[in-house]
């Protein structure tokens, strides 16, 4: 349990460096702007609330990101979104083999196109994209937010990042490699 | 080990994942095989893509704000006689959370600027091609940059000195083109870029040094251009090729 006698800014000092990075993943998750602040300042309540019982010593920015989630996927927007997927995703696009160097892909993809893929991808793979990428987590971590296994994570960015690079060669024209 | 079975473990790899003999091995196979050190480079490349991308959200002023008054602190009731103390208290507070969260999105984004830096210098050492104009001769290469870049800079004349120049390439740092020369100080090799000093990113740079993902680094501003010392040498070597560059 945490140390009651800490002082009340130790939330404070924890919390609010997160602000700009939960705003930014909670705007990806709600894809809304004012339903992302809503978002977060019902995850500040929530974790400021639930401050006494935060164990000190575990992960807090995974524990304020997973009360970000939880919230998210307990509203209206986040259960829609948040439709059952089975962990192999037989519908997704397979990968399309060509002789262009990936690299060329990727030198030539600009930000607004991969946003544009990550905007197309289903909410388990971005998430876990920008949890890793953005945020820069260990597997640990994720899977401590996302309530998985850590196995789980491999697996799961595997996939994602197989999506992805599906998804930014069908965006190039000509349905070649690049974008 | 084979390379497929490399193949499996490179994410996990670039993840900062692998277990500590794992990455010292596959280190050493990246070292000798082109082909899975190219396959290693398009996933860092992709891992780049997406930490650009997914940077994409900036809470308003207005929010911010919000979150700095309410969010954070518990109310409690208090006696009007506090209330004389308590206002320019909570002013001060106010004032130094707002301060505190500038501070720390500051910091924040510097250090996306370093890292995506160091990843630049790590690619192009890691490409099969790590330059493109390969040349020790400043006169070489300078006028290969004219009509890639949209601006002109000068070099030094290294002679007397520990550096060499090995060539440069066009590099994009914040979706704007840039000189990327590689120079190398006996074993070592060391990054410039060169930007033009507009756009959030590289006027966020403050000139002077700094450490990122065990890089030294020195960036400063001249003639409307950011420059930027990447390398794994010791800050003193960093700040003398600065030196050397700034007398250009």
Redesign the interface.
């Known amino acids: 349990m945490a140390d009651q006698s800490l002082p009340a800014a130790t939330f404070d000092d924890l919390a609010l460096p997160l602000f700009d990075q939960l705003y930014n993943f909670a705007r990806w998750l709600t894809t809304d702007t004012s339903e992302a602040e809503d978002l977060v300042q019902e995850t500040y309540a929530k974790a400021l609330r639930g401050f006494p019982s935060f164990r000190a010593g575990t992960n807090f920015r995974a524990w304020m990101y997973r009360i970000l989630r939880n919230s998210f996927l307990s509203t209206r927007t986040g259960l829609k979104t948040a439709v059952a997927f089975d962990e192999e995703d037989p519908e997704l696009p397979q990968l399309v083999e060509s002789s262009t160097p990936e690299s060329l892909l990727l030198e030539q993809a600009n930000r607004q196109v991969v946003q544009q893929a990550l905007d197309g991808m289903p909410l388990h793979f971005r998430e876990i994209l920008l949890l890793c990428e953005v945020e820069e987590m260990s597997y640990q971590e994720i899977a401590e937010t996302l309530s998985i296994p850590a196995g789980t994570v491999m697996s799961r960015l595997f996939r994602a990042r197989k999506a992805l690079r599906s998804l930014l060669q069908q965006k190039l024209p000509g349905g070649r490699h690049g974008v | 080990m084979a390379c497929e079975t490399w193949h499996g473990k490179l ?2 790899y670039l ?3 692998l277990e500590p003999t794992e990455t010292s091995a596959l280190n050493a196979h990246l070292r000798a095989c082109a082909s899975c050190a ?1 396959d290693a ?3 860092v ?3 780049r ?12 002023s207005a ?2 704000g ?3 008054l ?5 109310r409690r009731e208090i006696g009007w006689q506090w209330s004389v103390l308590a206002v320019p208290a909570a002013l001060v507070l106010i004032v130094s ?1 707002a301060g ?2 500038h501070l ?2 500051e910091n ?1 984004r510097r250090q996306r600027a370093y890292s995506e830096l160091a990843d630049l210098h790590v690619a192009a050492l890691a ?1 099969a091609t790590p330059v493109d104009v390969l040349s020790s001769d400043r006169h070489t290469v300078k006028p290969w940059f004219q009509g890639k870049i949209p601006f002109a800079f000068d070099l030094p004349d290294l002679q007397g000195s520990e550096f060499t120049l090995l060539g440069g390439r066009v590099a994009y740092f914040a ?1 704007t083109p840039g000189a990327h020369l590689i120079y190398q100080m006996r074993k070592h090799e060391i990054s410039v870029f060169i930007f033009p000093d507009y756009g959030a990113e590289t006027t966020g740079l403050p000139s002077g040094a700094a450490h990122a993902l065990s890089f030294n680094l020195e960036s400063w501003t001249q003639d409307g251009l950011r420059y930027v010392v990447v390398g794994d040498v010791n800050p003193v070597d960093i700040e003398a090729l600065g030196k050397l560059l700034r007398g250009s």
């Not at chain 2, 893509?49 to 308003?60: I, L």
């Not at chain 2, 309410?70 to 518990?74: H, M, N, Q, T, V």
């Open positions: 994410d996990a993840d900062g994942e190219a480079l398009e996933r490349q992709l891992k893509s997406v930490a650009s991308a997914g940077r994409r959200y900036e809470p308003s929010f911010r919000k979150i700095a309410r969010g954070a602190k518990p959370i505190s969260l720390a999105r924040a490409s979706q």
